[in-house]
């Protein structure tokens, strides 16, 4: 890492210092109950206490992949139906009210539905993550699409280009920069409604432990759920920033 | 000599929200075969617009516009265009955005082809340092000879130009000029070419056409007195310098006439 990456990577963690300073300081300001907030360190143990004893790694993988199924889900249904409505401004005039009808109702909402027409199994928490994801994703896609300026079209028209081609060549370098958008904010989106996914009877997962420990009110473990969340959160966004740079290298970006 | 393009009776309205914009108006004039055409007009007037039609991004609102007799149905490699905003590819390097259209079925060349041709126009254009740049990299003149590059690479025998040299400094500009009529010579192409530079319409073209302010009409299609093959020393002839003045001033006479449409604006308190 050179001298930039390194302040960088010190700029990106001073906020967290800041949070794990202010959480402490909350906690000893005498303004709230300190048994209504375990301190960072009492997490921290409680954490590596889940890690080792009750099987955490389960948790996270079982959540980790229903927001990945979800999302894979999601996009792969958003992305052509997103691309035909940002391409045929008919299409979009047709079903731009619906898609924001449905985009509007919060996945909470829809769980009785759900646990109604589809179970309450594994399916029905895919089914809520696969609603959120595709409904974010497809607005991104289309707002998107529909904004590709029809210069570079009309570029490879006139070198001869003919519709197969202009869609190979043309049109789909044009939209991976909106299908990774809408990605990111499908996977956003998806850890967001996890763990209203998880109120359907859920055995194990993240938000199903965050619910279980309420019930007892075992506040270390709901911090522990909601860091967990937090942080694979970020990580994947991570990872699909760093795919993202990658693919992208020909885009001009404002932030160097 | 043979028809390649015709203008008849051309007009074409826009409907835009605050009514019917006329932008072009009864225009007519051939484009023979072996021509080059120099458009000249007021900006904004409508020389793009008069363009796209025989390009075939515009239908004309009344009128014809025929291409090889028959009317312009939609865009085709046998017109090259060099847009005005030059289009260049952004997700493809320098050497990708010359290649792409002999990368296409309609023009398709074997690969050392394609590699030799593309080296040729790289070091014609000066941008063989850029080869594998993207064109975020590029300053403005250069992704203008990127794209009249990526134009040449194809051979199209009609070739549109938008202003093509606009960006570029006097030197590179009279470069490129030499670069067109050697091309021309060895290629035998017809052109249509739209320009601001009254010197660069002159040294060019065989043709002509001054246009009014919006809507674009024919004010006047002048012959220009020299053969090809040419070169610079044409410049320095006196019939060269007569006919500067002369379309200058009726070009001038046109940026008037704009002038005097647009609503008066006052910065006086
Ligand atoms: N698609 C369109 N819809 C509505 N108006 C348009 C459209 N295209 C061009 N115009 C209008 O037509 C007029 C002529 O435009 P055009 O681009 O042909 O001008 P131009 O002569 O090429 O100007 P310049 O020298 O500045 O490039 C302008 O007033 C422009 O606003
Ligand atoms: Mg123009």
Redesign the interface.
């Known amino acids: 890492m050179n001298g930039a990456g390194v302040r960088r990577f010190g700029l990106g963690l001073l906020p967290w210092f800041g949070a794990i300073l202010l959480w402490y300081a909350v906690r000893w300001s005498g303004f709230v109950n300190v048994s209504l907030i375990p301190a960072p360190h009492q997490v921290a143990a409680k954490f590596f206490e889940l890690l080792t004893r009750e099987g955490l790694l389960i948790d996270i993988f079982a959540s980790t992949r229903r927001v990945f199924l979800g999302v894979a889900l999601g996009i792969l249904v958003a992305v052509p139906v997103g691309f035909l409505l940002g391409w045929y401004r008919p299409a979009r005039t047709f079903a731009d009210p619906m898609i924001n009808f449905f985009r509007a109702l919060p996945p909470i909402a829809l769980i009785p539905l759900v646990i109604v027409y589809f179970g309450v199994d594994e399916l029905a928490k895919l089914v809520i993550l696969f609603y959120a994801s595709f409904f974010s994703g497809v607005i991104v896609m289309y707002e998107g699409v529909s904004q590709i300026t029809p210069?570079?079209i009309?570029?490879?028209?006139?070198?001869?280009?003919?519709q197969a081609?202009i869609f190979r060549?043309?049109i789909i370098?044009?939209t991976v920069p909106h299908i990774l958008t809408a990605l990111r904010v499908a996977l956003g989106v998806a850890w967001a409604t996890l763990v209203a996914s998880e109120l359907i009877a859920a055995q194990r997962g993240l938000g199903a432990m965050i619910q279980n420990a309420s019930t007892y009110f075992l506040l270390d473990v709901i911090y522990v759920g909601i860091i967990c969340i937090g942080l694979i959160a970020l990580i994947m966004d991570l990872i699909l920033r760093k795919i993202t740079a990658r693919l992208l290298?020909?885009?001009?970006r404002a932030i160097a | 000599m043979n028809k390649r393009a015709q203008f008849d009776k051309v007009s074409l309205s826009f409907e835009t929200p605050k009514g019917r914009l006329k932008v072009v108006e009864d225009v007519s004039y051939d484009i023979n075969d072996g021509d080059f055409i120099a458009v000249i007009g007021p900006s904004g007037c409508g020389k793009t617009t008069m363009m796209s039609m025989l390009a075939g991004f515009q239908k004309p609102t009344t009128g014809k516009v025929l291409f090889d007799g028959r009317p312009v149905a939609g865009p085709g490699p046998e017109r090259g265009v060099i847009f005005q905003e030059y289009g260049v590819f952004p997700w493809l390097t320098v050497k990708q955005n010359i290649a792409f259209g002999l990368t296409l079925n309609a023009n398709r060349v074997p690969t050392a082809e394609r590699d030799a041709t593309c080296d040729h126009y790289l070091g014609l254009m000066g941008l063989s340092d850029f080869a594998n740049s993207y064109p975020k990299h590029l300053s403005g003149g250069m992704r203008q000879r990127l794209a009249i590059a990526r134009a040449y690479a194809v051979k199209p025998q009609f070739l549109l130009m938008d202003e093509p040299f606009g960006a570029l400094d006097a030197q590179t500009r009279s470069n490129m000029q030499n670069l067109l009529l050697k091309v021309l010579e060895t290629e035998g192409k017809t052109v249509m070419l739209i320009t601001h530079s009254v010197e660069e319409a002159i040294y060019l073209a065989s043709r002509i056409v001054v246009v009014t302010a919006r809507p674009a009409r024919i004010k006047q299609i002048i012959d220009v007195p020299f053969g090809y093959p040419r070169d610079e020393s044409i410049q320095e002839r006196p019939e060269f310098a007569e006919l500067r003045s002369h379309i200058r001033q009726l070009v001038m006479d046109e940026y008037r006439a704009q002038q005097a449409q647009m609503r008066p604006v006052s910065f006086s308190e």
Do not use: H, I
């Open positions: 210069l570079y009309r570029v490879a028209q006139t070198l001869g280009a003919n081609e060549k043309v370098p044009l290298v020909w885009q001009d």
